[in-house]
């Protein structure tokens, strides 16, 4: 709403519908239940949908550089699908008890769902109670019953409360993920692509070597 109110302040300033043409993931719990979870650039599958999208805004604001913006677009989703492409591999290789991605925050449904890995987290996107004792509590007892190799969490909250949880169940912290915060140019992730990569490549890792 806030957003929308902003661009509506503004005088012709194009704006573009980035997600246009992404089927939403409905977030399963807390007071946004059945919203869209709005992380989908998460899932390398979307990313694309994100891309072609950007072009096509730029090239009907510039038509002479068209062919450029889309040829722009195809390289750069071609190094998308190249970085990502065979960690999402290496994760779909795992036996599938170990295909599990837990978190502080449900932020990463759609590159679970692009992963096949089950999700589960602590707490809800947006939600006002994180970390309380029953979040906590109801993680450790299914990370025990399904003896999940590792949990993480996000570069923007405090890991504690995962950090419980794998002290509690035997499983690994795996490590930190990062959603939708980049780092400074010399940092872990100043881009978008460095981003993915890490993220993937923490949760290859971490499910790996984890055990219970």
């Known amino acids: 709403v806030w957003f929308a109110q902003f661009l ?59 062919a450029r913006y889309e040829a722009n677009a195809q390289a750069y989703k071609a190094r998308l699908r190249a970085t990502i492409g065979p960690l999402r591999d290496r994760i779909a290789a795992l036996p599938p008890e170990r295909r599990w991605l837990v978190t502080c925050e449900g932020a990463f449904s759609y590159l679970a769902r692009d992963f096949g890995l089950k999700e589960l987290y602590l707490w809800p996107v947006n939600a006002d109670r994180v970390g309380t004792p029953q979040q906590v509590r109801a993680v450790i007892d299914w990370v025990r019953k399904h003896r999940v190799p590792a949990v993480f969490c996000e570069s923007t909250v405090s890991a504690a409360p995962a950090r419980q949880v794998a002290r509690e169940t035997g499983a690994a912290y795996g490590g930190v993920l990062h959603v939708d915060s ?26 790996e070597a984890g055990g219970t």
């Open 8 to 66: 509506g302040n503004l005088k012709d300033v194009p704006s573009v519908t980035v997600s246009d043409g992404i089927e939403p993931i409905a977030v399963a719990g807390g007071e946004y239940r059945g919203k869209p979870n709005p992380h989908a650039w998460m899932g390398l599958d979307k990313a694309l949908i994100y891309i072609d999208n950007i072009a096509r805004a730029l090239a009907t604001q510039d038509p002479a550089n068209a």
């Open 182 to 207: 980049l780092s400074a140019r010399d940092g872990p992730v100043p881009s978008y692509l460095d981003l993915m990569r890490v993220t993937a490549e923490t949760i290859a890792r971490g499910l």
